[in-house]
């Protein structure tokens, strides 16, 4: 079939590009390159079953350009940056659930996609009452950014029934990666290459969440997607443990070959890196294993591999 991914040219869209495109599937993308960028799909230029389209899902007639002829959407589009909630929520309102209001009405329009898999997230749940969270607890966002996730996942629900394709809520936990772009581990590697001698580490460094390797994230995303059968289901797609923000700081400090002094920035009262900031996450992923799926990287492996692959991207 005929795939299209929006923001297809960020870190786990272009990951996602690339599994597609081996297992012999048309790929189109659709990506404003706000924080992806070309450098990731670059390789893919010029083979016949690879478009690129650059289009903002803010822009109608730019996803009705990409619709054409597809088949099944993957709607990674978004801005994946939870800090933000704290200081422009608008920002989540307009690129995520705007945006995602406009693709599902393309979709309606244009009829044609039978399949639309969305990228969720694991803060949807907020600060969660039962720990691993299944996919049947309830939906808490203490973040706009969590907020803006579980609106999309609504409409998405809605339109699947009405509309007559099929669709999939996916919440990811902490996906890491070569080419990642944001978040924990890319932050300590930028501030160690500014200053090798002190690491400061927002919040009280007790954080503990789970990590998924991308690869994974994207092998347990096309195994759910292979094998739909409702018109909308929902699945957690994250890791078995889980792993502090202390430990984290140490392994990119071993990961650069420097040996920082780790200083903590108390973040709130409660300890968070910041208000929004879910302070204990990790998903139950036993509806993805009693589908037959599990992951093959523990969080250590996934960051260890992560520090490793971007200190040769950043520094080098
Ligand atoms: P990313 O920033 O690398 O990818 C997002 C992509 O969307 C970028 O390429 C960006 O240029 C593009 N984009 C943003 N707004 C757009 C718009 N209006 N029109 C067209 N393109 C647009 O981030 P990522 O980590 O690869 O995240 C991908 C998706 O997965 C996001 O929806 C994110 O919220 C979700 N997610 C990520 C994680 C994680 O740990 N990385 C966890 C849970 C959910």
Redo the contacts with the bound molecule.
Sequence with gaps: SRILV?????????HLVDELLSRGYYVRV????????LR?IQHHMGEKNFDFVK????NID?INNSLKDIDAVF??????EVRLSTTSPEIHFR??IV?TFNLLEAIRRNGGVKVLVF?????VYGDPQIIPTPETHEIRPISV?GAS?AACESLICSYAHLYGFKALSL??????GP?????VIYDFILKLKRNPEILEVLGDGTQKKSYLYVKDAVDATLYVFERINKTYDVYNIGNEDWITVREIAEIVAEAMGVTPRIIYSGGTPDGRGWPGDVKYMLLSIDKLKKLGWKPKYSSREAVKLTANALVREIIA
Excluded: M
């Design positions: 929006t923001g297809g040219a960020g870190f786990i869209g272009s659709i990506d404003n390159l706000s924080s992806g960028s990731n289009g903002d899902l803010k730019d709607h990674l589009a978004a801005n994946p690129e995520n945006a990228a969720s997230s694991s803060t950014y996730k919440r990811y936990a902490n996906i890491v080419r990642l772009n944001h978040g």
